[in-house]
């Protein structure tokens, strides 16, 4: 008997990935004028260059939760099978997608009593929720019973730094995350904002650059400023919202300047990419504090 690492489509690991360490996705929803579309189904490769090329031609885009009755199906048939289940969520402080499916191992947990169910609110999101599910996988993999793994996950989790930065505000506007007057005036500014997640699991803004670069660049400080020794050594995760060039320029100067080989470049998902917009750029890695 051993147990399933399942976790949520907005972890944005890329298949390879979920592949090789047989991670469970629930895939979480999303609508493109009122078309139903979900951020991640085994075996389909979403297109995610026409999903921001939809963004910039102005689609209306609303997301939801992943579809309850997909969820239970898949974790009863993972009981059923023997094995116990490990899941790692999206930050409940930006969804309600931990909340729901916590709840519906709740319902379950009941009627397998031998099971061993458990869940950890990683209070991440994106690369940072993905690189946690990937230490946690490793874990697994090398012998750590799932009670080991969820304890590492909870007192590690405020130290997986994310960095993020986006490239039109007009968009994190319409997620509710900004003032029309500060989206217009940053706009008109080229004003980039740098934000991260705080202890909360909120994206919360810290500093105004004036143009891109600085913005890629200042992701590259603060991880100077707090990133875990020795840092060569890490796996960092950078995401991106098909800006894949600037992508490449930020993980040279992680090369560059932490001696860094291990890098994981992917896309940001649909339903986090929604409201950050196209040409978000995100940085993980694991530190003193977030």
């Known amino acids: 008997m051993g147990y399933?690492?399942?976790?949520?489509?907005?972890?944005?690991?890329?298949?390879?990935?979920?592949?090789?360490?047989?991670?469970h996705i629930f895939p979480l929803t999303f609508m493109v004028d009122d078309v139903q579309y979900q951020s991640y189904l085994k075996g389909h490769k979403t297109n995610l260059k026409q999903f921001y090329t939809m963004m910039r031609e102005g689609k209306m885009i609303t997301t939801s939760l992943p579809n309850m009755v997909e969820a239970s199906e898949a974790l009863t048939e993972i009981l059923d099978a023997g094995d116990d289940?490990?899941?790692?969520?999206?930050?409940?402080?930006?969804?309600?997608?931990?909340?729901?499916?916590?709840?519906?191992?709740?319902?379950?947990?009941?009627?397998?009593?031998?099971?061993?169910l458990r869940s950890v609110d990683t209070l991440a999101a994106s690369g940072g929720e993905g690189l946690l599910v990937y230490y946690a996988a490793q874990m697994r993999d090398e012998g750590a019973t799932i009670d080991e793994a969820?304890?590492?996950?909870e007192e590690n989790k405020l130290h997986l730094a994310h960095w993020f930065t986006v490239d039109d505000l007009m968009f994190l506007f319409r997620g509710g995350r900004v003032s029309r007057t500060s989206a217009w005036a940053g706009t008109m500014l080229n004003i980039k904002p740098v934000m991260h997640v705080d202890d909360e699991g909120h994206l919360i803004p810290l500093d105004k650059v004036r143009g891109r670069k600085k913005s890629l660049n200042a992701l590259v400080d603060h991880m100077a400023q707090t990133?875990?020794?020795?840092?060569?050594?890490?796996?960092?995760?950078?995401?991106?919202?098909?800006?894949?060039?600037?992508?490449?320029?930020?993980?040279?100067?992680?090369?560059?300047?932490?001696?860094?080989?291990?890098?994981?470049?992917?896309?940001?998902?649909?339903?986090?990419?929604?409201?950050?917009?196209p040409g978000t750029m995100a940085l993980f890695f694991l530190a003193s504090e977030r």
Request: hydrophobic letters at 40%; proline letters at 4%; charged letters at 20%.
């Open 85 to 116: 289940i490990l899941y790692i969520g999206f930050s409940s402080g930006l969804s309600g997608t931990y909340e729901a499916i916590s709840l519906l191992m709740g319902s379950l947990a009941a009627s397998y009593p031998d099971r061993t």
């Open 227 to 277: 990133a875990t020794e020795p840092v060569k050594d890490q796996i960092v995760f950078i995401t991106h919202g098909d800006c894949i060039e600037d992508a490449g320029y930020l993980a040279e100067q992680v090369r560059t300047r932490f001696g860094v080989t291990d890098i994981m470049i992917n896309y940001v998902d649909p339903v986090i990419g929604a409201h950050s917009g």
């Open 4 to 23: 399933r690492i399942v976790s949520d489509s907005s972890c944005n690991l890329p298949e390879s990935m979920i592949d090789e360490f047989d991670i």
């Open 150 to 153: 969820c304890a590492w996950l």
